[in-house]
């Protein structure tokens, strides 16, 4: 199959970089444990499930031992089972014991209580009473829920709000609270994830306050460091299970780069790639007509319809009862119709889907003959999870991945041990960031006034000196012999204020201006530069134009519309060194990790049509903006850049297009997006009087992934001098140096010398680092 169908394709052997064999791999099985009732393991049974795998019944040991446990496994090896046993059996054994399930999305919490529903509608286990409380709950079914049931299925933002902020409401849940399940773990990183781990401490604070002390059981996709990332999460030591028992067929994983086109050029002339979408969308035509059930991952809603739609017209040329069996799938469809299309992707009556990663956490979706990945999608523990999808038990399957125009793509394509080889990230989150810490501090303090050891054990001392500052909480003693505690001050609702999301600031609503719908939210830092006039938003599939975005009263106007092209901002950016955290020098190069402050003002968008050719720019003056973050930065001496042969007129090309392609990088080893993250070059700045490149965390107070990046600088930059060689453009292009956000239109860019400047900084980073202490001397005066 994938010789008939990947050399079909013009150029094909130069298109296909990589191919390789993963072997099949044999079940491991288990016995099914001593202490599990008969009732549970009989409706276990009942669904198919003779013998659990090793894995399953590891997990459940250990959570019915009393150790948090966390399962990092393969995608479809079943994880679910090594919490459905243990929890099951304590909620058997106790007619009063409770449980929480947490999911990261509305669907994969739909899924799992669909499953735990069918275990539990007759016999002995019909008094659980599994149900469903979210956002969507209607408020007389909250009531039944909180009275009644003992599994509740919700989220970290229902919680947040709903849960912990009314914890009075839920004291029968709380009071006989045995395990809490979360599911998905590993999508719980950057501010996101760090505003999740907070949320969790405030849940084992509360459950203590009413006699309970839960196991908590992750499940989560192949990690790195899934102990240590599952222990930052929950705030306690977590035991790691990761040897996989489950059974896989024999995979084949090849490797796919669409030409470079000759006929359409990009910004100042650039060549541009053959979309990864029509790329996709091509061969997964291809795959459907040789009668593989396929699906395709794509990384928008618009890319998984226009995906579709390609896939349908290529195969009615062919024959015109396939076109009928292929679909989209994505967020934003009714539920029903989610199902349906589940349904028919299980039952082979649909050939095809293009979807967003809506598929990739934990619906149970398995057994496909061929998946396509249009694009990386960002980590190497998502692109396992995409790949898992395909594969029977014992057959063979197809993964392929279609690299898009971007140099971590490029990277990956042309060395792909750093993608099959690798360990997969570890999780990175950060509960400390005072941005995200101060909030959740409040809600805390409300939910609970604070004692002196409990803000210590968040390390939040400093934090609250800044909020007793200005007038948020105050200490006081209520009398007796009780340690003095922290409240909120009087009106105080805290808990409205935080996006659980990883929105910090209030957030800009976005409003159909013609209807008065609102659509939706983005954080306020943000909105200058994807909601400013003339910006194409894309909210379900739909394609929106804004009209108007009003900072101060915190809404962006928008009107329904399909004007055929993208924007990105263009904006101006300054940064300032507030505070050196840590550095090192390496000859004539010295890293740091920084506190910093950036200035960034949106002076103009660019529209580029779907083919990637750049129409026009539209200029703009939108008011600064100002963010506290955390930077990764490197400086170079003048003598370094001579002798790698950059002449003086070179060095602000050299610099700009190592930091663009270093930006691209980045997520190689951080689990993050390049939009998540900024940077900044400079020829001298007048914090460091010298050559040097900025890497910014895009959210206040940092997210973590910059202090990845000064970890990992030798092998992050490694990989961005690798990914610039492996292109194969002239000058540079968006697969290498060029950046889709660029403020400054891509100008100026020196291909050849960022690769003499990386080349020079990789052979002093090959010294061994000097470690510079406060006071010494130090290269960087902050």
């Known amino acids: 199959m994938l010789n008939r169908v990947l050399t079909g394709a013009p150029d094909s052997d130069q298109r296909l970089t990589h191919v390789v064999e993963l072997p099949a791999r ?51 090896s079943g994880k679910s089972l090594g919490y459905q046993l243990p929890v099951l059996n304590a909620l058997l054994e106790d007619p009063r014991a409770t449980a929480l399930y947490l999911s990261p999305t509305k669907a994969l919490g739909a899924d799992q209580l669909r499953a735990i529903g069918a275990l539990t509608h007759e016999g002995a286990l019909r008094d659980i009473h599994p149900a469903t409380y979210d956002g969507d709950t209607p408020a007389e079914i909250r009531q039944w829920v909180r009275a009644n049931a003992r599994w509740v299925f919700t989220n970290p933002d229902m919680l947040h709000l709903g849960i912990l902020r009314s914890h009075q409401r839920w004291a029968r849940v709380l009071r006989r609270l045995r395990y809490v399940v979360i599911d998905e773990c590993h999508a719980y990183r950057g501010v996101f994830g760090s505003h999740v781990a907070l949320v969790l401490r405030r849940l084992r604070r509360i459950a203590a306050r009413y006699g309970a002390d839960p196991i908590f059981i992750l499940c989560s996709a192949t990690t790195a460091e899934p102990a240590a990332a599952a222990s930052r999460l929950i705030g306690a030591p977590c035991v790691a299970v990761t040897e996989d028992g489950s059974p896989r067929g024999p ?7 669409p030409p470079l086109l000759t006929a359409l050029t990009g910004e100042n002339g650039a060549p541009v790639r053959r979309s990864a979408t029509s790329e996709s969308a091509r061969i997964m035509a291809d795959l459907v007509a040789e009668g593989a059930r396929t699906l395709t991952f794509v990384r928008s809603r618009r890319a998984a319809e226009l995906t579709a739609m390609d896939t349908r017209r290529l195969l009615a040329e062919v024959d015109p009862q396939l076109s009928a069996r292929i679909a989209a799938y994505r967020a934003g469809y009714l539920a029903e119709d989610r199902r349906e299309l589940e349904a028919a992707l299980a039952d082979g009556s649909l050939l095809g889907a293009a ?6 956490l934990g619906v149970d979706i398995a057994g496909l003959d061929a998946v396509v990945i249009s694009g990386f999608p960002g980590t190497v523990a998502s ?44 999780t990175i989150t950060d509960p400390n960031n005072p941005y995200v810490l101060g909030p959740q501090l409040l809600c805390a303090a409300l939910e609970h006034p604070l004692t002196d050891a409990e803000v210590d054990e968040f390390g939040a001392r400093e ?6 500052g200005q007038g948020l909480i105050r200490r006081r003693t209520t009398g007796g012999d009780g340690p003095a505690r922290w409240y909120v001050t009087a009106d105080a609702q805290p808990h409205d204020a935080v996006d659980v999301r990883g929105g910090i600031g209030t957030p800009v609503a976005i409003v159909d201006g013609e209807t008065g719908r609102l659509l939706g939210t983005a954080d306020a830092g943000r909105a200058p530069a994807t909601l400013h006039q003339g910006a194409v938003h894309l909210h379900q599939g739909d394609t929106y134009v804004v009209d108007e975005l009003d900072l101060e009263g915190g809404v962006a106007f928008v009107h329904a519309a399909e004007p055929g092209w993208t924007t990105s901002a263009r904006q101006l950016t300054s940064i300032a060194v507030d505070a050196i955290t840590e550095q090192h020098r390496h000859g004539a190069v010295t890293s740091a990790l920084a506190q910093v402050r950036v200035t960034s003002q949106v002076i103009g968008y660019l529209r580029t049509l779907i083919t990637g050719e750049v129409l026009d720019l539209v200029e703009l003056e939108l008011p600064a903006q100002m963010l506290p973050t955390r930077a990764v930065l490197y400086t170079v001496t003048p003598e370094l850049l001579a002798a790698a042969g950059i002449a003086p007129q070179q060095v602000p090309g050299a610099l700009h297009a190592a930091e663009h392609a270093a930006i691209g990088l980045l997520p190689l080893v951080a689990t993050c997006d390049r939009w998540d993250i900024g940077g900044v070059s400079t020829a001298e700045h007048p914090d460091t009087g010298l050559p040097t490149i900025f890497v910014y965390d895009g959210q206040p107070g940092g997210a973590g992934f910059a202090e990845r990046g000064f970890g990992q600088l030798r092998r992050w930059l490694s990989a961005t001098l690798a990914a610039i060689e492996s292109c194969a453009c002239a000058t540079g292009c968006p697969s290498c140096v060029q950046s889709p956000k660029c403020g400054n239109g891509n100008h100026p860019l020196d291909k050849a010398g960022a ?14 680092a000097a470690d510079i202490r406060p006071g010494e001397s130090p290269e960087i005066d902050s």
Not at 33 to 59: C, F, K, N
Not at 355 to 360: F, G, I, Q
Not at 463 to 468: F, G, I, T
């Open 26 to 76: 044999a079940a491991g099985t288990a016995t099914w444990p001593d202490w599990a009732a008969s009732d549970v393991v009989e409706a276990l049974r009942g669904t198919g499930i003779d013998t659990p795998w090793t894995h399953q019944t590891r997990t459940a040991e250990l959570a019915a031992g009393g150790t948090h446990v966390v399962v990092s496994t393969g995608t479809a």
């Open 251 to 257: 995979r084949t994983v090849a490797l796919w780069e």
């Open 355 to 360: 979807t967003t990663n809506a598929l990739e």
């Open 383 to 426: 692109f396992w999870q995409q790949a898992g999808r395909a594969g029977r038990r014992t057959q063979g399957s197809l993964v392929l991945l279609v690299a898009r125009d971007d140099p971590l793509d490029t990277f990956l394509v042309h060395h792909p041990e750093a993608l099959l080889d690798k360990p997969v990230e570890a």
């Open 463 to 468: 934090v609250l000196a800044e909020l007793a």
């Open 755 to 768: 690769a003499r400047l990386l080349t020079a900084v990789l052979a002093e980073l090959s010294y061994p």
